[in-house]
């Protein structure tokens, strides 16, 4: 019975030595050199697996990074502080890069008139092969919510039947964008507040026989735009967001609503005792909201002032103030 | 020796006495990696690969250490090691190899360390008695059985994404109700042979 137990116990213990020293053996033979950089900057980026980089998952990206074929901004998610990190850790170029969100340019939805109805696969893509959409509107928002399911933020939901972004969730990976049969969904910097809500290049009549939001062409916008930053493309306006100021005079011309301005609050522009009273902010201010005589201090006319800050940039003598003005990170 | 013998086991292992539909071993991969096809042949090929080389060398220490000192009782404490050494060094191998394959298979590897169905498989072959060659031929074809329930599962999950299914029942439910009808289905191969 004893020689039972005593050799129970000594084989047990010898196979369990001789299989660990030949796995111990077998690592140090088989040993893989691996980039510790590789797993830091893992540990570093968001972790959503978004694939928005165009790699499979963050593992994927953190390699490239490593073998120097992505470039850290182009991880939508990680944002500015994350990427420049990751840049430093690297040893790369820093880069400004402004973060932007998804905007989707529809607001039709339960408004528009159904076409047809639908009883088949609930995935956008389907409804485009088959019917092209399934409201009157050829343009428009499905709504079944292709993009939901792609988004790894949570950060789309469908609400009376359009698409609508959560800018506070949305991190711009761009993965909607791709998801959208309709091709409606792009990225826009997260700092412009005022954007186009429709995407329908139809005649202003055919437009309005189906949807009261739907851009009709009419070149309001355009005409009105204080830095020109707005062009009509074959029937719809589209915004150059480079240029754009944010000062919302589109949204408000706009007939039919079609240009959402997120803006909640707009700040007046304060001169101070600086001012010197050389008149450049007179001469770039769009709105004629700055009086003033030359060499005099210039005031400000705070029922016409939009907030713009492009007086700001002009003033050589740092004497102008837009605290929190949009699109404006300096407050000088 | 003859060929015909190894035939029936091969049959056996894959169709008659499927691994996964009729001796329910392996259930958690077969409903964890069984929802896309390329992670679902990944896996297979993985699992047929440890099955074989497990069916070797358990072979060969149940042959050569547990019975000549007559500690039989203690093949599945001493299997279970084999496999989980087994698993670990085939994951550097492979690793070093071929990295392509292992990044791949990647994440099933170590899974396998845990499935019931090779250290099935390695007591299989003790239980009844197989020769070197007819152990060999199980374990290779019970792998082969393995990956074919997986892939069969995996495509009917693939379409099943895509079905009209209560609500209640989607996702696993349903999952489990398909393995339930699979198992039953291949119960039709037990007339093949008389085992």
């Known amino acids: 019975m004893s020689g039972v137990v005593l050799y129970s116990v000594i084989s047990l213990t010898a196979m369990g030595a001789a299989f660990g020293l030949g796995l111990a053996l077998a690592a140090r033979k088989f040993a893989v050199e691996r980039d510790e950089r590789v797993e830091k900057i893992e540990a570093m980026l968001p972790g959503a697996n978004c694939g928005g980089c165009g790699y499979a998952g963050c593992i994927g990206f953190a390699r490239a990074l490593v073998e120097g074929k992505a470039s850290p901004y182009d991880c939508a998610p990680s944002g500015i502080e994350t990427a ?139 005409k009105n735009c204080p830095v020109g930053c707005i062009e009509m493309q074959d029937n719809l306006a589209v915004i150059d967001y480079e240029r754009c100021i944010n000062c919302g005079i589109c949204a408000a011309k706009c007939p039919t609503k079609s240009i959402i301005d997120k803006v909640s609050h707009r700040p007046k522009v304060l001169i101070d005792s600086k001012c010197t009273g050389c008149g450049e902010c007179k001469k770039v201010c769009k709105f004629n909201a700055i009086e003033g005589e030359p060499g005099e201090r210039h005031k400000v006319i705070l029922e016409k002032c939009i907030g713009c800050g492009l007086c700001g940039d002009v003033c050589p003598e740092k004497a102008i103030s837009i605290a929190g003005a949009l699109g404006h990170q300096s407050e000088n | 020796m003859d060929v015909g013998r190894l035939f029936a086991i091969a049959i056996g292992a894959i169709l008659i006495n499927n691994f996964v539909l009729k001796r329910f071993l392996g259930l958690c991969p077969f409903l964890g990696v069984s929802k896309q096809l390329d992670s679902a042949l990944g896996m297979g090929f993985a699992v047929i690969f440890v099955m074989t080389m497990a069916s070797i060398v358990t072979f060969g220490i149940y042959h050569y250490v547990l019975v000549p000192y007559h500690i039989e009782y203690l093949r599945t404490i001493a299997f279970i090691l084999v496999i989980a050494t087994l698993v670990q060094f085939v994951e550097m191998v492979i690793e070093k190899t071929s990295p392509g394959l292992y990044r791949s298979l990647g994440i099933y590897l170590p899974l396998i360390t845990t499935n019931c169905a090779v250290l099935g498989v390695a007591v299989l072959n003790i239980d009844k008695t197989y020769s070197f060659v007819e152990t060999l031929v199980h374990g290779f074809s019970a792998g082969i059985g393995f990956t074919v329930a997986l892939l069969l599962m995996a495509g009917i999950r693939e379409r099943l994404e895509l079905a009209d299914i209560p609500e209640s029942l989607r996702g696993v439910p349903i999952a489990f109700i398909v393995a339930g009808l699979m198992s039953i289905a291949f119960l039709g191969f037990a007339g093949l042979a008389a085992e």
């Open chain 1, 84 to 222: 420049n990190a990751i840049a430093d850790l690297l040893g790369l170029q820093k880069v400004e890069k402004t973060p932007r969100v998804a905007v989707v340019a529809c607001r039709g939805g339960k408004r528009v008139p159904t076409k047809i109805t639908y009883g088949g696969v609930r995935t956008c893509q389907a409804v485009t092969l088959l019917a092209d959409n399934l409201r009157e509107c050829p343009y428009g928002c499905i709504g079944l919510g292709s993009c939901v399911e792609v988004c790894p933020f949570d950060a789309i939901k469908i609400i009376d039947d359009v698409a609508v972004v959560e800018d506070e969730k949305c991190t711009g990976c761009g993965m909607c964008v791709e998801a959208c049969p309709k091709q409606i969904i792009s990225l826009v910097p997260k700092t412009k507040k005022v954007r186009i809500a429709c995407s329908s290049h139809d005649r202003g009549k055919a437009v309005k026989a189906i949807c009261d939001v739907g851009c009709i062409g009419c070149g309001l916008c355009a």
